[in-house]
C-alpha cells in the first residue's frame, strides 16, 4: 500500500482544514488506516484512526470532539476532517495503514504517508 496525503496548509486558529489520504493498492479496505502528527522536537503522536469493517473510530483525547476521520473505500481515501484547530495541533500530518491490534501506536502502522504540514496562527 502505498499512501500519499494533502491538505495541509496555514490557518488561523478556530479555522479548520480538512487533510485527505489517497492510497493505492487493491486491498486498502482491508487495513485500519490512522493519522500521526509529529511536531518539531517531539514525538510521533495518535491522532484518529478508523477501522476497515464497520468504520469504528478513535482519537486521542486532545482531539476528541473537534477532528474527525472518514474513509471512503470505494476511493480508496481517508478524511481528517480538523475543525476548531488550536496552535498545539501544528504539525506534520502522517497517514499510516495497518492491521495490528496497537491502534495508537506507530507500531500497530506497517505504511506511512510522506506527510503534510499543518500550521495553525495564533
Do not use: H
Request: charged share 15%; aromatic share 14%.
Amino acid at each position: 500500500v502505498q499512501l500519499q496525503a494533502s491538505g495541509g496548509g496555514l490557518v488561523q486558529a478556530g479555522g479548520s482544514l480538512r487533510l485527505s489520504c489517497a492510497a493505492s493498492g487493491r486491498t486498502f479496505s482491508r487495513y485500519r488506516m490512522g493519522w500521526f502528527r509529529q511536531a518539531p522536537g517531539k514525538e510521533r503522536e495518535f491522532v484518529a484512526a478508523i477501522s476497515w469493517g464497520n468504520g469504528y473510530t478513535y482519537y486521542a483525547n486532545s482531539v476528541k470532539g473537534r477532528f474527525t476521520c472518514s474513509r471512503d473505500n470505494a476511493k480508496n481515501t481517508v478524511y481528517l476532517q480538523m475543525n476548531s484547530l488550536k496552535p498545539e495541533d501544528a504539525a506534520v500530518y502522517y497517514c499510516a495503514a495497518g492491521g495490528a491490534a496497537s491502534v495508537t501506536l506507530v507500531r500497530g502502522y506497517d505504511y506511512w504517508g510522506q506527510g503534510t504540514l499543518v500550521t495553525v496562527s495564533s
